[in-house]
């Protein structure tokens, strides 16, 4: 069964950093792309950032470029989300997900939610004004 634990989130003042880790298990093969998504209080769940297998692919929400980095660390089975020059607005739950081996590892760019079907419990990031 696979399984994403998120941890790193925290509060922290606007203009601030932090960095979010998702320990992933289960998996069948190692070949899955992971992401990001985020919830604000009395909003949809969003799309945050994605990454392939192998790290050469990733993609990021407008509202965040050039703030955010995601990477993964595949010996240890960890994605990693830095969050630098945080605002109010990026005030949410933040999760993290993950696809299936059976599609090989690219992000399946167009599908609902990037195609990721495992998702963790989240971990609530709060930046302050």
């Known amino acids: 069964q696979v399984q994403l634990v998120e941890s790193g989130g925290g509060l922290v003042q606007a203009g601030g950093s932090l960095r979010l880790s998702c320990l992933a298990s289960?998996?069948?093969?190692?070949?899955?792309?992971m992401g990001w998504f985020r919830q604000a209080p009395g909003k949809e769940r969003e799309f945050v950032s994605a990454?392939?297998?192998?790290?050469?692919?990733?993609y990021y929400a407008d509202s965040v470029k050039g703030r955010f980095a995601i990477w993964r660390d595949n010996a240890k089975n960890t994605l990693y989300l830095q969050m630098n020059s945080l605002k109010p607005e990026d005030t949410a739950v933040y999760y993290c997900?993950?696809?299936?081996?059976?599609?090989?590892?690219?992000?399946?760019?167009?599908?609902?939610?990037?195609?990721?079907?495992?998702w963790g419990k989240g971990t609530l990031v709060t930046v302050s004004s």
């Open positions: 990454i392939s297998w192998s790290g050469g692919s990733t």
């Open positions: 289960g998996h069948s093969s190692p070949n899955y792309a």
């Open positions: 997900a993950a696809d299936d081996p059976t599609w090989g590892g690219s992000i399946r760019v167009g599908a609902k939610d990037y195609g990721m079907n495992y």
